[in-house]
């Protein structure tokens, strides 16, 4: 990802980046990432109130050692997305960001529905984001889909206010349930019907232009 030089970079994973022979590391060699980055021209950050501060071109934030755990030094994905959009929209130049609500197949693993709720209201909040920015630049397309649907999750009871909703699981497993995808945005209306997931980088090539993907 530095070698590409991917303009920001936000999330959990900081074990990936330090070397072997530091705590925590999952690295096979003595590499310190990090140390590289910052030579590199990224500015980095382990806190949101660092995120914040960075105003250049190049970013890599790496709040905790492992996964994300939601404490309060972390930004949310809302916040993740907002800080993305901030650092890529100063060039003038047409930006690709991915923001993905990984912990919601978690908790579907887990058949844990109070988890998964919250992560799908987080993930939701980060959309919101994006389409904010969307409205505000009318030059940007937003699509949210996923890659596979996991736990077979369905409502079996309640009423439609969801006092007393119960919901049942299928499996701990990937499914194969289809998934929804949802478009806004200029060229929005090429994003209709069933579409095999490989289709989605090749319509994306086609509106910005890469004629040889």
Known sequence: MLGNRVNVLLGGGREFFIPKSAAGSKRTDNRDLIKEAGKAGYAIARTEAEMDKSTGEYLLGLFQTGSMAGDSTEPNLAEMAR??????????????????????????HGNDLDAMIGQVVEFDEA?????????????????????????????????????????????????????????????????????????????????IGIDSF
């Open 127 to 207: 959309v919101k984001t994006a389409l904010d920015f969307a409205i505000r630049d009318s030059h940007t397309i937003v699509i949210v889909t996923a890659d596979h649907e996991t736990g077979g999750l369905g409502i079996v009871e309640g009423s439609l206010d969801g006092s007393d909703l119960k919901a049942g699981w299928l499996s701990k497993d990937h499914t194969p349930v289809m998934t929804p995808l949802f478009a806004f945005g200029p060229g929005s209306e090429v994003f209709t019907g069933v579409l095999e997931n490989t289709e989605i980088p090749k319509i994306l090539a086609g509106l």
């Open 83 to 108: 800080k993305a959009i901030e650092s890529l929209s100063r060039n003038e130049k047409h930006f690709f960001l991915m923001v993905e609500g990984s912990q919601i197949d978690w908790a579907c």
